[in-house]
């Protein structure tokens, strides 16, 4: 990337000038670079906290047994429906075999005049008829009623199979996340003493630049260009951080990042 030019350097030296200038031992500024570098760190675990694609696993297993779970009801609530119509057509046809049992032990007996014994006949045959149609009422129920249990057996295996799947990702989607905590607290652990090394006045600039810039407040000075926006300082700029004194908290005249001078500056 070539130099930026600016349009009015002096302009901007003397808004500069109006600005609080904050000074701080080169050591603290070198332990910002280590405080940045720790709290980078700490967002892209926080970020990959949140993006793990094991999350995105169990929300999609879980997606998933919910909508099996209401076709389960579905269907074990149109089985339960098919298994009553099957017990009435059972006692329908029960009702049917026991007149016809009743009526066959009368005519057996002989029992009665030869017009009511000629009428047993008759209602027997008619029961028969009947009995018949019951059956085939039955045998059409009860074959539906097998297809629905069917149909309950293949989704409770189903079931089953995507439980074992869940409990499968849920163990996978916790590892991953005790694995990113684990990390977090070693980053994390030396933070405190780093941020005392470095002190409360440019922790406090620090933390407030990193609230307005995404989590990036300070950037080492390489080799003429600022490690947060990556753009390559003029000559006014540079001859200005040469001048500086060494304890000079310096900001980026574009991002407003703190600079951090170090060996590989270019100065």
């Known amino acids: 990337m070539g130099l930026r030019r600016r349009s009015h350097p002096c302009a901007r030296r003397t808004t500069r000038s109006r600005r609080h200038v904050l000074n701080a031992d080169p050591s603290r500024q070198w332990r910002l670079l280590d405080l940045q570098a720790i709290d980078t760190r700490l967002d892209q675990i926080a970020h990959s906290r949140k993006t793990l694609p094991q999350l995105a696993q169990v929300r999609a297993l879980e997606e998933k047994a919910e909508a099996l779970d209401s076709l389960l009801v579905r269907a074990r609530t149109e089985l339960g429906d098919i298994q009553r119509e099957v017990a009435k057509a059972e006692a329908d046809v029960q009702l049917v075999r026991d007149r016809a049992a009743r009526d066959q032990a009368r005519l057996d007996s002989g029992t009665g005049s030869a017009k009511d014994l000629t009428a047993l006949q008759h209602e027997l045959q008619s029961l028969a008829r009947r009995q018949s149609e019951l059956e085939d009422v039955e045998l059409e129920v009860m074959e539906r009623a097998e297809d629905a249990q069917s149909a309950v057996t293949q989704l409770?295996?189903?079931?089953?199979?995507?439980?074992?799947?869940?409990?499968?990702?849920?163990?996978?989607?916790?590892?991953?996340?005790?694995?990113?905590?684990?990390?977090?607290?070693?980053?994390?652990?030396?933070?405190?003493?780093?941020?005392?090394?470095?002190?409360?006045?440019?922790?406090?600039?620090?933390?407030?630049?990193?609230?307005?810039?995404?989590?990036?407040?300070?950037?080492?000075?390489?080799?003429?260009?600022?490690?947060?926006?990556?753009?390559?300082?003029?000559?006014?700029?540079?001859?200005?951080?040469?001048?500086?004194?060494?304890?000079?908290?310096l900001r980026c005249e574009e991002c407003r990042r703190i600079l951090v001078r170090t060996a590989e500056s270019g100065i």
């Open 156 to 249: 409770e295996q189903q079931q089953a199979v995507l439980a074992g799947e869940l409990e499968q990702a849920v163990a996978a989607r916790d590892e991953a996340l005790a694995d990113l905590e684990r990390q977090e607290r070693e980053v994390a652990a030396p933070r405190a003493d780093v941020v005392a090394g470095v002190g409360a006045d440019l922790v406090a600039l620090y933390d407030k630049i990193r609230a307005q810039s995404g989590g990036l407040a300070a950037a080492p000075l390489r080799q003429r260009r600022c490690g947060g926006c990556q753009l390559e300082l003029n000559n006014v700029d540079m001859n200005r951080i040469k001048a500086a004194p060494a304890d000079e908290v």
